[in-house]
């Protein structure tokens, strides 16, 4: 195999949630592997500090913007910014999303419908938006949506069915997707983590990161580095003929 079909070399990438966190790795590794990137965030101070730290580490062009992705206007507006920038889109890393840890029982009627608007509807927006910039261009893209290991099991001990319905929905979201967008030559795939080290976790209970330690295989949660590579494989020229796959990156946490 040609090794270099694994760069990113000439695309352009999107990533949400690209300020921090996981979005931050993953955006510095696709920079590393040639990727031009646009970071869209609601923190847009942190976003732009990031842009330049990876733009610095890297010599590629990355730019910062400001988006709530749970509001259509504003997701079309940004992805029109963003083309007209970069004079072209080729990659979405749709990574955006909350979790909120509280019983279903607790759980107000207003905080449901926040969960499942980030982390659903903010995906379906994104992608949707991006798929009309690309088909109205007759440019081929891929799509990379975050769902996680907890849309196919129930984590526990904490509690959080919002989360795990929204994640589950990506999924088959995904799925339904890549179908559609099959005669586009759009791929639509998504990454499902599971507990990985990051500034969200870092803040969670000890004795909750305890007992999740208890039940991964591997011993430890995982690293953002270590979806670097799920991503940028699904965004390179090496997955042609992937599309509607989930891939789990979870130390085997879902076999068990």
């Known amino acids: 195999?040609?090794?270099?079909?694994f760069s990113l070399e000439g695309k352009m990438a999107v990533i949400?949630?690209?300020?921090?966190?996981?979005?931050?790795?993953v955006a510095d590794q696709m920079a590393g592997a040639g990727a031009e990137l646009a970071l869209v965030d609601m923190n847009l101070e942190l976003a732009k500090a990031t842009a330049?730290?990876?733009?610095?580490?890297?010599?590629?062009?990355?730019?910062?913007?400001?988006?709530d992705v749970t509001k259509p206007s504003e997701v079309n507006a940004v992805m029109d910014k963003i083309e007209a920038d970069f004079g072209k889109l080729d990659v979405l890393?749709?990574?955006?999303?909350?979790?909120?840890?509280?019983?279903?029982?607790?759980?107000?009627?207003?905080?449901?419908?926040?969960?499942?608007?980030?982390?659903?509807?903010?995906?379906?927006?994104?992608?949707?938006?991006?798929a009309r910039k690309l088909?109205?261009?007759?440019?081929?893209?891929?799509?990379?949506?975050?769902?996680?290991?907890?849309?196919?099991?129930?984590n526990w001990p904490q509690k959080q069915a919002s989360y795990n319905a929204s994640k589950a929905a990506v999924?088959?979201?995904?799925k339904s997707l890549a179908v559609e967008w099959v005669e586009y030559n759009i791929r639509v795939n998504s990454l499902s983590p599971g507990y990985i080290w990051s500034e969200m976790t870092?803040?969670?209970?000890?004795?909750?990161?305890?007992?999740w330690l208890s039940q991964i295989p591997y011993g430890r949660?995982?690293?953002?580095?270590?979806?670097?590579?799920?991503?940028?494989?699904?965004?390179?020229?090496?997955?042609?003929?992937?599309?509607?796959?989930?891939i789990i990156v979870d130390g085997a946490f879902t076999c068990v």
């Open 1 to 5: 195999m040609d090794k270099c079909m």
């Open 16 to 25: 949400t949630g690209g300020a921090q966190g996981i979005g931050k790795v």
């Open 52 to 67: 330049d730290e990876i733009s610095a580490a890297h010599g590629v062009r990355v730019l910062a913007y400001e988006c």
């Open 93 to 130: 890393f749709n990574n955006a999303g909350i979790c909120m840890h509280k019983p279903a029982l607790e759980l107000a009627p207003e905080e449901w419908l926040k969960v499942i608007d980030v982390n659903l509807n903010g995906v379906y927006y994104v992608a949707v938006a991006f």
């Open 135 to 154: 088909v109205a261009a007759k440019r081929p893209g891929s799509i990379i949506n975050t769902a996680s290991m907890s849309g196919h099991i129930v």
């Open 171 to 174: 999924v088959h979201l995904t």
């Open 202 to 211: 870092a803040q969670m209970p000890q004795e909750l990161r305890d007992s």
């Open 221 to 246: 949660m995982g690293t953002p580095q270590e979806l670097g590579g799920a991503v940028i494989y699904l965004a390179s020229d090496c997955s042609g003929y992937t599309s509607g796959t989930d």
